[in-house]
């Protein structure tokens, strides 16, 4: 459990012992670090989990069980929050940025139930009094193989986390919306809301 900066020289230590290892999620704040650690990974044949623990709940399961038989073909994610507090946060090369250490569990559980992305545009600002160099506003869209489509959004500029959940949209008329509490099921005038069995922090 080290901020995403760290990664690297603890994980190589892991390996070269031949050690499994579970690393907090991100795998990095830069993208060569995570592929050099891939590679090592790979050579070890160690088992690893990274703490992507949205995906571990029974609601993502329950998402994923009823878009199997009626695929997402619309993905909207927002992770509308307010600046962290550690130190590092608001510097890029120490975080990797908002992107990166936050919205990436959206990103994730999108994989999840979408499948995995071909292809992403995006754009990020930041005002000119904003701490750090990180961008305080983001938002993307994104192409799945399975032929959905996405958007994301991200936000550090609130005081408080206003929402950080993921919806989807099926051919079918099925909505689902994904969070860390709640997985909310609407189909035409049915709204069920189911509460995961266990707290993901936990």
Do not use: M, N
């Amino acid at each position: 459990c080290v901020p995403p900066f760290a990664h690297g020289e603890p994980e190589r230590a892991v390996l070269a012992r031949g050690l499994p290892l579970f690393v907090e999620k991100p795998l990095a704040a830069d993208r060569d670090t995570a592929e050099e650690l891939a590679i090592e990974v790979e050579k070890a044949g160690v088992v690893t989990g990274t703490g992507y623990h949205w995906r571990c709940l029974d609601t993502v399961d329950r998402a994923a069980a009823l878009l199997a038989e009626d695929p997402a073909r619309l993905v909207q994610g927002a992770w509308l929050d307010k600046v962290p507090p550690p130190a590092w946060w608001s510097t890029h090369a120490l975080s990797g940025g908002q992107v990166v250490e936050q919205l990436t569990h959206l990103v994730d559980v999108a994989r999840v139930l979408a499948g995995e992305v071909d292809g992403v545009s995006a754009v990020g600002s930041r005002g000119d009094d904003s701490p750090g160099d990180v961008d305080d506003v983001t938002a993307a869209t994104l192409t799945f193989r399975s032929g959905a489509v996405g958007t994301l959004a991200a936000s550090s500029l609130l005081p408080a986390k206003h929402t950080a959940s993921l919806r989807t949209v099926s051919a079918g008329g099925l909505v689902l919306e994904v969070s860390e509490q709640q997985l909310v099921v609407q189909h035409g005038s049915t709204r069920e809301v189911h509460r995961p069995a266990v707290d993901g922090h936990v």
